[in-house]
């Protein structure tokens, strides 16, 4: 780590810490889910340790309920450039998702077209298909191009048109990586006045946003990706959000941001995602908490490289396995899929579990289309390993070692090669 000791930054992680009891896994799996750093532990038990409550009760608890969702809200601006006004937090990404998708069934009719991606978490697909399936109206796809790992965007035109209603795209893959230059498709969306939903879910915890330059109408992220425990958080246009027509209960909140928010919320994960993003804030510097977030992120994106740079000259030595990244020059997160010969991507990480202690996941990861176009699915999807910031570079030499060991065990080598 450039200026942050990577010691110091991986001592805030209960986690990873060792104890008489228990070694310590290696985590690979950010993109599944980071392990939570201290401060989002601390603000989750503080809040059930000071004295738990609902919200618009005259008693102190319920009104430290109400402060804590407003700082929420606040934080959670300052980290995504929006207002606070515009931030609803749910279940996960999904559900905020499908919640949208619903609300936004009046404005759309059989006349209309939604557009998805083939790069796309299914988590940004499906719930705009399944809005499109009830009011009839068709469904595009961009597709991805299957050599380069990006959306092809040759077509941009045609599959965004006067009838597109709403596009969906996701800004970073959790599975290549591969970052999408969104300001195109944005700029064409918005050129025939179609809402554009963002899946930030893989780029919060690597890259620094803006919802605001983007101009996109709705962004959706998960704090258990960068740090805090499990809540979804949606960032809506107040353009938009004040019109949808959301789904609620008649008496509960009819204004912007609460209209969205069924039920009770999950109040100690939401004090905890507080606490996530003071996490990220601690690493920066700056005289705004905004500008303490930046230079935070680009902390983390620092350290991130170094690794990413280890990685790739690794991969590119071995030739019993194919990574799925994008070329040079395309921006992409620390997040690498792989396949290792013919071998099946359960077997790499199982061995990887029993015999490093370590975390990689296998599967389509729920890029489900990515997974069929590039034949993934009969040897069980890919290995991913997806690197977090309290990742070390001696993890990353250990990963590499059982890498090659295991090459050496499993994979059958030409005759003639050294042994
Ligand atoms: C890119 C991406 N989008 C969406 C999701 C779904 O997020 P959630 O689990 O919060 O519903 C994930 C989860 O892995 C993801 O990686």
Same mark, same amino acid.
């Given at each position: 780590?450039?200026?942050?000791?990577?010691?110091?930054?991986?001592?805030?992680?209960?986690?990873?810490?060792?104890?008489?009891?228990?070694?310590?896994?290696?985590?690979?799996?950010?993109?599944?889910?980071?392990?939570?750093?201290?401060?989002?532990?601390?603000?989750?038990?503080?809040?059930?340790?000071?004295?738990?409550?609902?919200?618009?009760?005259?008693?102190?608890?319920?009104?430290?309920?109400?402060?804590?969702?407003?700082?929420?809200?606040?934080?959670?601006?300052?980290?995504?450039?929006?207002?606070?006004?515009?931030?609803?937090?749910?279940?996960?990404?999904?559900?905020?998702?499908?919640?949208?998708?619903?609300?936004?069934?009046?404005?759309?009719?059989?006349?209309?077209?939604?557009?998805?991606?083939?790069?796309?978490?299914?988590?940004?697909?499906?719930?705009?298909?399944?809005?499109?399936?009830?009011?009839?109206?068709?469904?595009?796809?961009?597709?991805?191009?299957?050599?380069?790992?990006?959306?092809?965007?040759?077509?941009?035109?045609?599959?965004?048109?006067?009838?597109?209603?709403?596009?969906?795209?996701?800004?970073?893959?959790?599975?290549? %990586?591969?970052?999408?230059?969104?300001?195109?498709?944005?700029?064409?969306?918005?050129?025939?006045?179609?809402?554009?939903?963002?899946?930030?879910?893989?780029?919060?915890?690597?890259?620094?946003?803006?919802?605001?330059?983007?101009? #996109?109408?709705?962004?959706? #992220?998960?704090?258990?990706?960068?740090?805090?425990?499990?809540?979804?958080?949606?960032?809506?246009?107040?353009?938009?959000?004040?019109?949808?027509?959301?789904?609620?209960?008649?008496?509960?909140?009819?204004?912007?941001?609460?209209?969205?928010?069924?039920?009770?919320?999950?109040?100690?994960?939401?004090?905890?995602?507080?606490?996530?993003?003071?996490?990220?804030? %601690?690493?920066?510097?700056?005289?705004?908490?905004?500008?303490?977030?930046?230079? %935070?992120?680009?902390?983390?994106?620092?350290?991130?490289?170094?690794?990413?740079?280890?990685?790739?000259?690794?991969?590119?030595?071995?030739?019993?396995?194919?990574?799925?990244?994008?070329?040079?020059?395309?921006?992409?997160?620390?997040?690498?899929?792989?396949?290792?010969?013919?071998?099946?991507?359960?077997?790499?990480?199982?061995?990887?579990?029993?015999?490093?202690?370590?975390?990689?996941?296998?599967?389509?990861?729920?890029?489900?289309?990515?997974?069929?176009?590039?034949?993934?699915?009969?040897?069980?999807?890919?290995?991913?390993?997806?690197?977090?910031?309290?990742?070390?570079?001696?993890?990353?030499?250990?990963?590499?070692? %059982?890498?090659?060991?295991?090459?050496?065990?499993?994979?059958?080598?030409?005759?003639?090669?050294?042994?």
């Amino acid at each position: 780590m450039s200026q942050l000791s990577i010691q110091q930054l991986r001592a805030a992680f209960p986690a990873l810490q060792e104890t008489p009891d228990r070694k310590p896994l290696i985590y690979f799996d950010g993109p599944g889910g980071t392990q939570m750093a201290q401060p989002a532990l601390e603000a989750m038990v503080g809040y059930i340790t000071a004295g738990m409550a609902n919200l618009h009760g005259a008693f102190p608890t319920s009104i430290r309920t109400e402060e804590v969702l407003e700082s929420a809200r606040n934080t959670v601006a300052d980290l995504l450039n929006c207002a606070p006004a515009e931030v609803a937090f749910g279940q996960n990404m999904t559900s905020l998702a499908f919640a949208i998708a619903r609300s936004l069934g009046p404005f759309l009719t059989d006349q209309d077209e939604v557009v998805v991606t083939e790069l796309d978490h299914r988590a940004n697909v499906d719930p705009w298909v399944t809005l499109a399936q009830d009011k009839g109206a068709a469904v595009q796809f961009i597709p991805v191009n299957p050599a380069t790992y990006t959306l092809d965007l040759t077509h941009l035109e045609s599959i965004i048109t006067e009838r597109t209603k709403l596009v969906a795209v996701g800004m970073s893959s959790n599975v290549t %990586g591969t970052v999408t230059d969104l300001a195109p498709i944005i700029a064409r969306a918005k050129a025939v006045n179609a809402w554009v939903v963002v899946d930030a879910v893989h780029a919060v915890p690597h890259l620094t946003l803006d919802f605001r330059q983007l101009g #996109c109408d709705v962004l959706l #992220c998960s704090a258990y990706k960068f740090f805090g425990p499990h809540v979804g958080i949606a960032a809506i246009a107040a353009s938009l959000f004040e019109k949808l027509p959301v789904y609620k209960l008649a008496p509960a909140p009819q204004h912007i941001p609460d209209k969205l928010e069924t039920g009770t919320q999950n109040h100690e994960a939401i004090a905890g995602l507080i606490g996530a993003i003071s996490f990220i804030e %601690g690493l920066g510097s700056g005289v705004t908490r905004r500008e303490r977030l930046q230079t %935070g992120m680009q902390q983390i994106a620092a350290h991130e490289q170094e690794l990413t740079t280890r990685l790739e000259n690794f991969f590119q030595s071995q030739p019993e396995v194919r990574l799925y990244r994008a070329p040079a020059g395309t921006p992409k997160t620390p997040t690498f899929a792989f396949t290792v010969a013919n071998v099946p991507a359960r077997q790499v990480t199982s061995w990887f579990a029993e015999h490093y202690g370590m975390c990689l996941a296998d599967g389509h990861f729920y890029a489900s289309t990515l997974a069929e176009k590039l034949q993934v699915n009969p040897q069980g999807g890919w290995v991913r390993i997806g690197l977090a910031p309290y990742n070390s570079l001696a993890e990353v030499a250990l990963f590499e070692q %059982g890498l090659r060991e295991f090459i050496r065990l499993h994979v059958p080598q030409p005759a003639g090669s050294p042994a």
